[in-house]
Every structure is written in structure tokens, then in C-alpha cells.
């Protein structure tokens, strides 16, 4: 069985162990440490009854973040600092937890460790508060029976009596104003000052766990019996730019790609959209090399950067080869890549002419779900004239699909109505849904052309009226 050394911070506690690397972290929280205040619900990563603070070192500042740890692999604490609800928990209700009481935001209190958390982190993260930010930061956390005027109410309270300028540093400040307790402010030189273990070279019958939110929803138990290899231990989160290209390391985050401000200076709209895709906790260890691998034909990273006409580097460990990423899916779930090789690194060339990029994703509900059909365009133009699209489109066939033969018409045409309409039947004759639980594959043909229209409309307005198109 694969065992790993750890060392991380538990709360206030140095912890140096020897642990098999995919015991999901509540399973340790709950069952060894006997932590019970964070619960265990959905096992999804849904509810957020799970959630814990998550401290890392990054560029010599303390960051925290929330995920669920019902879903996340132990293995990837290493040299971190995990805070459960005990960890914040004082003789004396905080601030926060007071004001839950007096606004009566809790009842069964089963997910009031989590929301104590999510909005903790919201405290830590921002240096100025308002509600609807504070209103975001707990949308991955679900409340069965107390309703959730109360909660904000509660949140509202604790904002107002918060300064939002202060001269004192952020730990300092919450340390004083009774949101976290004491022992927060050692914490930065206690982690700098773990020794934490080397990269290693990936078994050949290894198993890549990058934030784990999806292995640990479909195969929990058969991971504890498997060889793993983390990719957190190569340090692949990362977003680079030079000479007009993008390189992204596998291990970013979904968060980190929409807090990017090289994306966001390319890609504005990109921010928004990234809000499209799961809930903060899950954003915050999805990644990139994680959403491309597993191979969803709706995956919305996937969607986006196939667009984008990203390529990959794969690796052995030792080896590295490139491969544009239009072939990298072969067939449903299968791969053009060796069991030994994972994704290092996704990059893609910023276009040289004025170049437009938009994402369009439907899901049964408009936040929290997986799409039933989604897509993405980038395309470039000069003075009405496509010099080059890619459209790519998600849930209309076995793989995430390039729509290579719409694109190649939509080549050197002038944007227009009729245009559209030739390059729709063109798209038609390339995809083959199925009917599935999200929609008949009749549906996500309509979808689908709706999305391209879509795209048309909300990039070029002044050269499509609304009404002509629908
Ligand atoms: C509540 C919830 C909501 C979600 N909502 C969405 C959504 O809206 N949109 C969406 O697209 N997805 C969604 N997902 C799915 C999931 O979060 C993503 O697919 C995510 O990108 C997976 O990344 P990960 O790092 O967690 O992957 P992991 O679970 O670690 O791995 C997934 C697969 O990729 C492989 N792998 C991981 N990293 C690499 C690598 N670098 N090289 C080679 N192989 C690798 C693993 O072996 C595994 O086969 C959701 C998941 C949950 C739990
Ligand atoms: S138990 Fe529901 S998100 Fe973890
Ligand atoms: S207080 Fe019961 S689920 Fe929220």
C-alpha cells in the first residue's frame, strides 16, 4: 500500500505522520483526530458541511482558502495549515459565531461549522467587506432547515461591526477583533519552517491525483488500495506569459484562473465565466490538468481552452513530449497518452489581430451544476471579416469537440445573418448527442445553435439585431 510522510499544522497542532496519501482529510479529521465538529453530509463535495480553512505559504504571505475535505486527499496537505471549527473555536463565542446565535441562523446546526468557516475565510481573505462578496463566499455551503435570511442577516452584522481600515495586518487585526484566535499569529514562520519531502518520479502503475474532486467523488475506496502520485508535489500551479504565449501549469487552480491577472487582461470575460463552473470550495482545488484529464465531454476548462487551441506538454517525469490538445481525446474517456505520462503544462498563443473570445455554458440550474451543453469561440477579425474562428462545444458528442468543419467554413467569410445560418447546418452535421439525463439529444442540438447564435450576439451586437437571429 502507498504511505507517504506528512508533516502540516491541525489547528494548533504540529502533525508528522506516515499515511496512506488518499485517505480523504475528514476521514482523518473525524475518525483518528476525532474532530467532530466538521461533518461529513454529502460526501460530494455539494454541501459544504465539510468545509475546512486551508493555509499555505505563498511569495512569503499567509493565504487561506475553504475546501470541502470530504473530497480532498491528505496527501496534498503537506506543509499546510488545516483549521477546523475546534481550530477557531474559543471558551468565548467569536464575533461571527455570536452573531449566528443572535440572529438565530442555526438550527440542527449541522452546516453552521461550515458557513463559521467559508465566512471566516471571507474575513481573512478581503481587506474590505460587503455583503454580496460576503453572500459569495458561502455559496458552496448548503443549509437544510434554518434558511438563509437568518445567515445573512448574521453576516451583515458581523461586516457593519468590522472596520474595513485599519492600520494593523489582517492576522493581527482578526486576532483583536475576535474572529480567530491567538495561535493564527505564529503560524506563517511555524509553516515556512516545516521540512517538507522532495519531488519524486511517478510509479508506472500510478494514479494522478491533482485536487482530487472528481476521483474522490467516483473511486474514494479504490484510491486507499492504489499507487498514487500527487501532483501537488511538483508545484504546476502557475500562469506565465511571454512573447504572447500563455503557459499554464496543469496544478493551477480553477480559482487561481479567475483571480489570473494575465488571463484577465486577455480574457476579461473570463471572470465570470469561471463563476459558471462549481463553488468556491470546489474551485479552490479543481485543476486544470484534472479537468482536461478526466475527459468530461463537458468539462468547462476544457471547452474553454480547446477553443483557444491550447496545446500540452505531457511528462513521464524525466520525458516531455507536445501535443496539441484537438487530439488529445481520442474516444469517450480515452486518451492520446501513456499511463505513466501527465499533463505538465496547457499553453496557447494570444492571437495576433484583434481577437474576441467568448463562453457560454447551460446547466440545469445556472450556478452549482455541470453544463448540458457549453461552448466557447475565439475568434479574430478585421473589418468584418473572420480571419480565423474556433468554436469548440461541450455535451454534443463522445469527446470535448472542435468544431473543425464549422470553423473552417466561418474562415475569410463576412459576419452576417446568413453566414450564421450556413455555419449552424454545418455544425449540425458534425455533432452527435445523446439523450441523457441532461436533456434529450434533440435539446442539446437546439442548445447548441442557440449557444453559437449566442456567441455572435454578445460579441458582435451592432453588426447582428437581436431579432433577426432568434
Ligand atoms: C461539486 C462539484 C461540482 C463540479 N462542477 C463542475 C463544473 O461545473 N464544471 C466542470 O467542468 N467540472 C465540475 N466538476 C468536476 C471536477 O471538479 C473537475 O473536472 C476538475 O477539473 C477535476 O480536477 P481535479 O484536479 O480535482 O481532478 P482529480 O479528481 O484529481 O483527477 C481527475 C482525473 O484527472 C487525472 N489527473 C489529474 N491531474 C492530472 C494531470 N496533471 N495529468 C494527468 N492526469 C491527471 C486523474 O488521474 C483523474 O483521472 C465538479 C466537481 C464537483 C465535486
Ligand atoms: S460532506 Fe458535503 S461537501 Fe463534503
Ligand atoms: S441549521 Fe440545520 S442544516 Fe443548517
Given at each position: 500500500?502507498?504511505?507517504?510522510?506528512?508533516?502540516?499544522?491541525?489547528?494548533?497542532?504540529?502533525?508528522?505522520?506516515?499515511?496512506?496519501?488518499?485517505?480523504?482529510?475528514?476521514?482523518?479529521?473525524?475518525?483518528?483526530?476525532?474532530?467532530?465538529?466538521?461533518?461529513?453530509?454529502?460526501?460530494?463535495?455539494?454541501?459544504?458541511?465539510?468545509?475546512?480553512?486551508?493555509?499555505?505559504?505563498?511569495?512569503?504571505?499567509?493565504?487561506?482558502?475553504?475546501?470541502?475535505?470530504?473530497?480532498?486527499?491528505?496527501?496534498?496537505?503537506?506543509?499546510?495549515?488545516?483549521?477546523?471549527?475546534?481550530?477557531?473555536?474559543?471558551?468565548?463565542?467569536?464575533?461571527?459565531?455570536?452573531?449566528?446565535?443572535?440572529?438565530?441562523?442555526?438550527?440542527?446546526?449541522?452546516?453552521?461549522?461550515?458557513?463559521?468557516?467559508?465566512?471566516?475565510?471571507?474575513?481573512?481573505?478581503?481587506?474590505?467587506?460587503?455583503?454580496?462578496?460576503?453572500?459569495?463566499?458561502?455559496?458552496?455551503?448548503?443549509?437544510?432547515?434554518?434558511?438563509?435570511?437568518?445567515?445573512?442577516?448574521?453576516?451583515?452584522?458581523?461586516?457593519?461591526?468590522?472596520?474595513?481600515?485599519?492600520?494593523?495586518?489582517?492576522?493581527?487585526?482578526?486576532?483583536?477583533?475576535?474572529?480567530?484566535?491567538?495561535?493564527?499569529?505564529?503560524?506563517?514562520?511555524?509553516?515556512?519552517?516545516?521540512?517538507?519531502?522532495?519531488?519524486?518520479?511517478?510509479?508506472?502503475?500510478?494514479?494522478?491525483?491533482?485536487?482530487?474532486?472528481?476521483?474522490?467523488?467516483?473511486?474514494?475506496?479504490?484510491?486507499?488500495?492504489?499507487?498514487?502520485?500527487?501532483?501537488t508535489e511538483r508545484k504546476l500551479n502557475y500562469i506565465r506569459e511571454s512573447n504572447s504565449i500563455i503557459k499554464i501549469g496543469s496544478g493551477t487552480t480553477f480559482e487561481e484562473i479567475k483571480q489570473s491577472e494575465i488571463l484577465n487582461k486577455f480574457f476579461p470575460s473570463l471572470k465570470n465565466d469561471v463563476d459558471l463552473i462549481a463553488s468556491l470550495p470546489v474551485r479552490n482545488v479543481a485543476t486544470v490538468g484534472g479537468n482536461l484529464s478526466n475527459a468530461s465531454p463537458i468539462g468547462d476548462i476544457t471547452i474553454i481552452?480547446?477553443?483557444?487551441?491550447?496545446?500540452?506538454?505531457?511528462?513521464?517525469?524525466?520525458?516531455?513530449?507536445?501535443?496539441?490538445?484537438?487530439?488529445?481525446?481520442?474516444?469517450?474517456?480515452?486518451?492520446?497518452?501513456?499511463?505513466?505520462?501527465?499533463?505538465?503544462?496547457?499553453?496557447?498563443?494570444?492571437?495576433?489581430?484583434?481577437?474576441?473570445?467568448?463562453?457560454?455554458?447551460?446547466?440545469?440550474?445556472?450556478?452549482?451544476?455541470?453544463?448540458?451543453?457549453?461552448?466557447?469561440?475565439?475568434?479574430?477579425?478585421?473589418?468584418?471579416?473572420?480571419?480565423?474562428?474556433?468554436?469548440?462545444?461541450?455535451?454534443?458528442?463522445?469527446?470535448?469537440?472542435?468544431?473543425?468543419?464549422?470553423?473552417?467554413?466561418?474562415?475569410?467569410?463576412?459576419?452576417?445573418?446568413?453566414?450564421?445560418?450556413?455555419?449552424?447546418?454545418?455544425?449540425?452535421?458534425?455533432?452527435?448527442?445523446?439523450?441523457?439525463?441532461?436533456?434529450?439529444?434533440?435539446?442539446?442540438?437546439?442548445?447548441?445553435?442557440?449557444?453559437?447564435?449566442?456567441?455572435?450576439?454578445?460579441?458582435?451586437?451592432?453588426?447582428?439585431?437581436?431579432?433577426?437571429?432568434?
Open positions: 500500500m502507498n504511505t507517504k510522510n506528512l508533516s502540516f499544522i491541525l489547528n494548533d497542532v504540529e502533525i508528522n505522520i506516515k499515511v496512506n496519501p488518499s485517505l480523504p482529510l475528514l476521514d482523518y479529521i473525524r475518525k483518528e483526530k476525532h474532530l467532530t465538529g466538521t461533518k461529513e453530509v454529502c460526501k460530494e463535495g455539494d454541501c459544504g458541511a465539510c468545509a475546512v480553512l486551508f493555509g499555505e505559504v505563498i511569495d512569503n504571505k499567509l493565504n487561506y482558502k475553504t475546501i470541502t475535505s470530504c473530497i480532498y486527499p491528505i496527501g496534498n496537505c503537506n506543509g499546510k495549515h488545516i483549521v477546523t471549527i475546534e481550530g477557531i473555536n474559543k471558551q468565548e463565542l467569536l464575533l461571527h459565531q455570536k452573531a449566528f446565535v443572535d440572529e438565530n441562523a442555526s438550527q440542527c446546526g449541522f452546516c453552521t461549522p461550515g458557513f463559521i468557516i467559508s465566512f471566516t475565510c471571507y474575513l481573512l481573505n478581503n481587506e474590505k467587506y460587503n455583503l454580496d462578496d460576503a453572500i459569495n463566499s458561502i455559496a458552496g455551503n448548503i443549509c437544510r432547515c434554518t434558511g438563509y435570511h437568518s445567515i445573512e442577516r448574521a453576516m451583515d452584522t458581523v461586516i457593519k461591526e468590522l472596520q474595513t481600515k485599519n492600520e494593523l495586518d489582517k492576522i493581527d487585526y482578526l486576532i483583536q477583533q475576535n474572529i480567530i484566535p491567538e495561535y493564527f499569529k505564529e503560524i506563517k514562520k511555524r509553516l515556512i519552517n516545516l521540512s517538507l519531502p522532495q519531488e519524486t518520479i511517478p510509479d508506472k502503475s500510478a494514479i494522478f491525483i491533482g485536487g482530487g474532486s472528481d476521483l474522490f467523488v467516483q473511486k474514494p475506496d479504490d484510491l486507499l488500495e492504489e499507487e498514487v502520485y500527487l501532483i481552452l480547446l477553443s483557444l487551441n491550447a496545446n500540452l506538454t505531457l511528462s513521464d517525469g524525466e520525458q516531455e513530449r507536445n501535443l496539441p490538445l484537438k487530439e488529445f481525446y481520442l474516444d469517450y474517456k480515452k486518451l492520446n497518452k501513456q499511463k505513466i505520462e501527465f499533463i505538465k503544462e496547457v499553453s496557447f498563443h494570444i492571437p495576433p489581430k484583434k481577437f474576441y473570445f467568448n463562453f457560454e455554458k447551460v446547466s440545469k440550474r445556472t450556478y452549482l451544476d455541470i453544463a448540458s451543453v457549453n461552448s466557447a469561440i475565439l475568434i479574430e477579425v478585421d473589418n468584418d471579416k473572420i480571419i480565423s474562428a474556433s468554436i469548440s462545444a461541450g455535451g454534443v458528442a463522445p469527446i470535448p469537440k472542435l468544431l473543425v468543419q464549422t470553423n473552417n467554413y466561418l474562415k475569410g467569410k463576412k459576419i452576417s445573418i446568413d453566414i450564421i445560418d450556413e455555419a449552424l447546418q454545418i455544425t449540425q452535421s458534425e455533432i452527435s448527442p445523446i439523450s441523457d439525463v441532461r436533456g434529450s439529444a434533440e435539446y442539446k442540438r437546439l442548445l447548441l445553435n442557440q449557444l453559437i447564435k449566442s456567441h455572435f450576439l454578445k460579441l458582435f451586437p451592432q453588426k447582428i439585431f437581436e431579432n433577426e437571429l432568434v
